[in-house]
């Protein structure tokens, strides 16, 4: 590979891809040299994955090309990218969990006779070899499901190397390890560089990247903001490169401080995912939550409404102490819950705008075990008037209403609901910016009206624009929380607690 | 023996696989004290030998498409319209040679799998419904060709379930051959790695560039092959076939794969355990004929059981 140093196995340019009504990369052009670990990093959202998606051949280019080992290319399946030499690891592990070690790792490529036969030893030794390759000690005929995760991750690894990978894509690997597992990986990592394997990085952790990665590229809203050495770069810049937006104002205007503590949580607990969770919910607030994809806000949310168990610790309401151990519980005690998975988890397609409207409620509509056909449609009129919930009738299907009146809908819900927590998960994703502004108004009106809203999202202007306090989560912990009755907090802040690093401001 | 010792082991004897030998020893002990008649050589022959092979090899075939992931509700229907087109077949043609009526029988199995397959597969039917449907039209079309029903079988074919070699009735050696034909598909060749991949994780599996839908479809051709096999033999054993011979097998068949551990969510099961599935129960058919409970009431009991293998397997999945 000497031969070969500073030259690029592979190059991006102009690459555009666009999705019906987003472009999601523009112009992206950058490259990738021979042997070198190379570090893509960038907010969610910023068109990291959508470009390793082209890379692995799951998704086609808009335009631009791809030049790979000297040649342009085209990968027009993952099959075809694998055969060239270039493998992912994607975050969530495909690997079929009854299976073996070795079965995995030979899946769909079994050595076999021409019968069809299996030649399990063969399967084997190549497995054992490769363990070898990286010195990762693991017993090959163990099933996957018995597996930890960073064993899994191995498997992972293996698989990947076992069709002769020159371009290695790791997909946010460390996010499910611990930091003793991270030091392992980052010595199998050591090792395939030095055999000349060109591994692409992406990652939150800044800390990683400087730590194990060459160069650095980092992405923004799908464009290449700029690809520096990591000798030549500090966290503060690479920070500053990822954000640096201007946050537009049309965010309602924050009430003054309250001190009227509605929820209190005490050390929440959830093995390794969530550990140490204190915080307190104040009247008329609004708590955003935030931090990297993954880090544990949506857990604590179903923790909070005892969709997960916890392991440990207690919850106030009003400061009686609740125990919560199913949804029906949390809604009893006044809790509300709008899922970030809105199409999965908050929305009846096939049904109407009323039946929608009215679901979670129905039994105050009941006359005699009869549902009161009148007062349901009165109701849902009244709320589609007053959300300004863009629909026929209230009679219309469902499914055919935009993202964000059906968002409207599920709020209007919970409106009629009237529980005094609300928690929103990722209130306008894929909401266009007209309704976004409407939906801001809801949430701060619901607050207003002497409840409490627990909103959570990665989107960081949203979180800063609509959050009385904002508590920033990494790794299952609260890294802080930023009130901002004092001062606005900055996106730098933020990024900052969420990838762990103190940044100076 | 250490505690964790002893747990573990405890552990490996709960798992669905093995724990149909412990349920069949049990099941060996309470034939033993229910009728003195259940020792006699010729009950043991009979509940060993003779009577597990047709619903064996039903059993082998609802395997491979349940560990692929589907299920088929046919077979009890395609039995009935398999015996009774061979049966005629034969009553038509008395000199019709045995081989090729086994071929006969083989045809017709890939005729029911590859229905069932092109439904499932192509049709993007689910397999429930899918195969509930065809069962529908196997058991019209079986009444359409004969009410009742049809014997005569010559003697010469009869021979598959009735001859034998020093001693060993031939139809255990054929059982075994197939026995043995199928573990060497599902655990030794690729296609049986691609059938249980495809039985855990359709999605895992397309991302791993495996031929999902060919798979199934196979896993549904070779499941209607064994069918086709199940059909020749009871068609030599009763020495004829009709639209009775298959009732109530499709609940059999899938008691006896569950109660082998099979996982009615696929990917998970061996064929041996099934084996010990399909003893328990026409072992538990021969202890209730033994009692002489009523026919009607046995059909009660054998729903009962599959309820309680399915609930018992379930609950120790979930933890």
Same mark, same amino acid.
């Given at each position: 590979?000497?031969?070969?140093?500073?030259?690029?196995?592979?190059?991006?340019?102009?690459?555009?891809?666009?999705?019906?009504?987003?472009?999601?990369?523009?112009?992206?052009?950058?490259?990738?040299?021979?042997?070198?670990?190379?570090?893509?990093?960038?907010?969610?959202?910023? =068109?990291?994955?959508?470009?390793?998606?082209?890379?692995?051949?799951?998704?086609?280019?808009?335009? =631009?090309?791809?030049?790979?080992?000297?040649?342009?290319?085209?990968?027009?399946?993952?099959?075809?990218?694998?055969?060239?030499?270039?493998?992912?690891?994607?975050?969530?592990?495909?690997?079929? %969990?009854?299976?073996?070690?070795?079965?995995?790792?030979?899946?769909?490529?079994?050595?076999?006779?021409?019968?069809?036969?299996?030649? !399990?030893?063969?399967?084997?030794?190549?497995?054992?070899?490769?363990?070898?390759?990286?010195?990762?000690?693991?017993?090959?005929?163990?099933?996957?499901?018995?597996?930890?995760?960073?064993?899994?991750?191995?498997?992972?690894?293996?698989?990947?190397?076992?069709?002769?990978?020159?371009?290695?894509?790791?997909?946010?690997?460390?996010?499910?390890?611990?930091?003793?597992?991270?030091?392992?990986?980052?010595?199998?990592?050591?090792?395939?560089?030095?055999?000349?394997? +060109?591994?692409?990085?992406?990652?939150?952790?800044?800390?990683?990247?400087?730590?194990?990665?060459? %160069?650095?590229?980092?992405?923004? /809203?799908?464009?290449?903001?700029? +690809?520096?050495? +990591?000798? /030549?770069?500090?966290? /503060?810049?690479?920070?500053?490169?990822?954000?640096?937006?201007?946050?537009?104002?049309?965010?309602?205007?924050?009430?003054?401080?309250?001190?009227?503590?509605?929820?209190?949580?005490?050390?929440?607990?959830?093995?390794?995912?969530?550990?140490?969770?204190?915080?307190?919910?104040?009247?008329?607030?609004?708590?955003?939550? $935030?931090?990297?994809?993954?880090?544990?806000?949506?857990?604590?949310?179903?923790?909070?409404?005892?969709?997960? !168990?916890?392991?440990?610790?207690?919850?106030?309401?009003?400061?009686?102490?609740?125990?919560?151990?199913?949804?029906?519980?949390?809604?009893?005690?006044?809790?509300?819950?709008?899922?970030?998975?809105?199409?999965?988890?908050?929305?009846?397609?096939?049904?109407?705008?009323?039946?929608?409207?009215?679901?979670?409620?129905?039994?105050?509509?009941?006359?005699?075990?009869?549902?009161?056909?009148?007062?349901?449609?009165? /109701?849902? $009129?009244?709320?589609?008037?007053?959300?300004?919930?863009?629909?026929?009738?209230?009679?219309?299907?469902?499914?055919?209403?935009?993202?964000?009146?059906?968002?409207?809908?599920?709020?209007?819900?919970?409106?009629?609901?009237?529980? %005094?927590?609300?928690?929103?998960?990722?209130? $306008?994703?894929?909401?266009?910016?007209?309704?976004?502004?409407?939906?801001?108004?809801?949430?701060?009106?619901?607050?207003?009206?002497?409840?409490?809203?627990?909103?959570?999202?990665?989107?960081?202007?949203?979180?800063?624009?609509?959050?009385?306090?904002?508590?920033?989560?990494?790794?299952?912990?609260?890294?802080?929380?930023?009130?901002?009755?004092?001062?606005?907090?900055?996106?730098?802040?933020?990024?900052?607690?969420?990838?762990?690093?103190?940044?100076?401001? | 023996?250490?505690? @964790?010792?002893?747990?573990?082991? #405890?552990?490996?004897?709960?798992?669905?696989?093995?724990?149909?030998?412990?349920?069949?020893?049990?099941?060996?002990?309470?034939? *033993?004290?229910?009728?003195?008649?259940?020792?006699?050589?010729?009950?043991?022959? &009979?509940?060993?030998?003779?009577?597990?092979?047709?619903?064996?090899?039903?059993?082998?075939?609802?395997? *491979?498409?349940?560990?692929?992931?589907?299920?088929?509700?046919?077979?009890?229907?395609?039995?009935?319209?398999?015996?009774?087109?061979?049966?005629?077949?034969? @009553?038509?043609?008395?000199?019709?040679?045995?081989?090729?009526?086994?071929?006969?029988?083989?045809? #017709?199995?890939?005729?029911?799998?590859?229905?069932?397959?092109?439904?499932?597969?192509?049709?993007?039917?689910?397999?429930? #419904?899918?195969?509930?449907?065809?069962? &529908?039209?196997?058991?019209?079309?079986?009444?359409?060709?004969?009410?009742?029903?049809?014997?005569?079988?010559?003697?010469?074919?009869?021979?598959?379930?009735?001859?034998?070699?020093?001693?060993?009735?031939?139809?255990?050696?054929? *059982?075994?051959?197939?026995?043995?034909?199928?573990?060497?598909?599902?655990? @030794? &060749?690729?296609?049986?790695?691609?059938?249980?991949?495809?039985?855990?994780?359709?999605?895992?599996?397309?991302?791993?560039?495996?031929?999902?839908?060919?798979?199934?479809?196979?896993?549904?051709?070779?499941?209607?092959?064994?069918?086709?096999?199940?059909?020749?033999?009871?068609?030599?054993?009763?020495?004829?076939?009709?639209?009775?011979?298959?009732?109530?097998?499709?609940?059999?068949?899938?008691?006896?794969?569950?109660?082998?551990?099979?996982?009615?969510?696929?990917?998970?099961?061996?064929?041996?355990?099934?084996?010990?599935?399909?003893?328990?129960?026409?072992?538990?058919?021969?202890? #209730?004929?033994?009692?002489?409970?009523?026919?009607?009431?046995?059909?009660?009991?054998?729903?009962?059981?599959?309820?309680?293998?399915?609930?018992?397997?379930?609950? @120790?999945?979930?933890?």
């Amino acid at each position: 590979m000497a031969g070969r140093e500073g030259q690029y196995i592979l190059e991006f340019r102009n690459i555009t891809k666009e999705f019906p009504g987003v472009k999601a990369l523009d112009k992206v052009s950058f490259s990738f040299r021979y042997g070198e670990v190379h570090a893509l990093c960038g907010e969610n959202g910023a =068109g990291k994955s959508t470009l390793m998606k082209i890379l692995s051949g799951v998704y086609q280019p808009t335009s =631009g090309e791809i030049i790979y080992k000297g040649e342009k290319r085209e990968f027009r399946n993952p099959h075809q990218a694998q055969l060239s030499g270039i493998s992912i690891i994607y975050q969530e592990f495909s690997l079929i %969990r009854n299976f073996s070690v070795v079965e995995n790792v030979f899946l769909n490529r079994e050595p076999a006779n021409r019968f069809g036969h299996l030649n !399990r030893k063969k399967a084997r030794q190549v497995t054992q070899a490769l363990l070898e390759e990286i010195g990762f000690d693991l017993d090959p005929d163990k099933k996957v499901e018995d597996l930890t995760v960073v064993q899994q991750q191995v498997v992972e690894i293996i698989k990947a190397l076992s069709v002769k990978a020159d371009v290695l894509i790791m997909d946010e690997p460390s996010a499910a390890l611990t930091d003793k597992e991270v030091r392992k990986l980052f010595e199998i990592i050591k090792t395939l560089r030095g055999k000349g394997v +060109t591994v692409i990085y992406i990652s939150h952790m800044l800390e990683e990247i400087f730590e194990i990665c060459d %160069r650095v590229t980092v992405i923004k /809203d799908g464009q290449v903001i700029g +690809t520096n050495d +990591t000798r /030549d770069t500090n966290k /503060d810049e690479l920070i500053r490169m990822m954000v640096g937006r201007e946050i537009e104002d049309y965010y309602p205007d924050r009430p003054p401080k309250s001190d009227k503590v509605l929820m209190q949580v005490r050390q929440l607990g959830k093995g390794r995912k969530l550990s140490d969770i204190s915080f307190e919910l104040f009247l008329g607030e609004v708590l955003g939550v $935030t931090g990297m994809v993954g880090c544990g806000q949506t857990l604590l949310a179903e923790c909070l409404l005892g969709i997960e !168990r916890k392991d440990g610790g207690e919850v106030f309401i009003n400061g009686e102490r609740r125990e919560v151990h199913t949804i029906c519980d949390a809604i009893e005690y006044g809790m509300g819950y709008l899922p970030a998975d809105r199409k999965n988890m908050g929305v009846l397609g096939p049904m109407s705008v009323k039946e929608n409207i009215t679901l979670a409620n129905l039994k105050s509509y009941l006359k005699n075990g009869f549902l009161n056909k009148k007062r349901e449609k009165k /109701d849902s $009129t009244e709320q589609v008037s007053l959300l300004n919930i863009k629909t026929p009738t209230v009679e219309s299907i469902m499914r055919n209403l935009s993202g964000g009146n059906q968002q409207k809908v599920v709020i209007s819900r919970w409106l009629l609901k009237q529980p %005094r927590i609300y928690i929103i998960a990722e209130p $306008t994703r894929g909401i266009d910016v007209g309704a976004k502004v409407e939906i801001y108004k809801i949430i701060r009106g619901v607050a207003n009206e002497g409840n409490a809203v627990i909103m959570i999202s990665t989107d960081l202007p949203e979180i800063i624009g609509m959050s009385d306090r904002i508590m920033v989560m990494n790794e299952g912990r609260i890294e802080g929380i930023i009130d901002q009755h004092e001062a606005t907090a900055t996106e730098e802040q933020i990024l900052s607690l969420a990838v762990g690093h103190q940044y100076n401001i | 023996m250490t505690e @964790k010792g002893s747990k573990t082991i #405890m552990r490996s004897f709960i798992e669905p696989g093995k724990l149909v030998w412990v349920i069949l020893s049990l099941v060996i002990i309470v034939a *033993f004290f229910t009728s003195p008649n259940f020792f006699m050589p010729r009950n043991l022959r &009979n509940i060993f030998l003779i009577q597990p092979i047709g619903f064996g090899l039903a059993a082998l075939g609802q395997s *491979f498409v349940v560990i692929a992931g589907g299920i088929d509700l046919s077979v009890g229907a395609a039995i009935s319209l398999m015996t009774s087109l061979g049966a005629g077949i034969m @009553k038509s043609y008395p000199g019709v040679s045995p081989v090729l009526m086994i071929l006969v029988f083989i045809a #017709m199995g890939i005729a029911v799998g590859a229905i069932n397959g092109y439904i499932v597969v192509i049709l993007r039917v689910t397999p429930i #419904m899918a195969t509930l449907a065809t069962m &529908n039209i196997f058991y019209g079309l079986t009444l359409i060709y004969t009410k009742r029903t049809i014997g005569g079988v010559p003697h010469e074919y009869r021979v598959i379930s009735d001859g034998r070699i020093w001693g060993t009735p031939f139809c255990v050696i054929w *059982f075994l051959v197939v026995f043995f034909l199928c573990y060497l598909i599902l655990n @030794k &060749n690729k296609l049986g790695k691609y059938i249980y991949a495809v039985g855990s994780d359709d999605e895992v599996s397309r991302l791993s560039g495996i031929n999902v839908r060919k798979t199934k479809f196979l896993a549904y051709v070779i499941g209607g092959i064994l069918v086709g096999l199940a059909s020749a033999f009871l068609t030599a054993r009763l020495g004829g076939g009709g639209p009775e011979v298959g009732r109530f097998y499709e609940l059999q068949v899938i008691a006896a794969i569950v109660i082998g551990g099979v996982s009615l969510a696929g990917g998970r099961g061996n064929l041996f355990s099934v084996l010990g599935g399909v003893l328990i129960l026409t072992l538990f058919a021969n202890i #209730m004929n033994l009692l002489d409970l009523n026919p009607f009431t046995q059909i009660v009991l054998q729903g009962l059981v599959l309820i309680l293998a399915v609930a018992f397997y379930s609950k @120790k999945r979930a933890g």
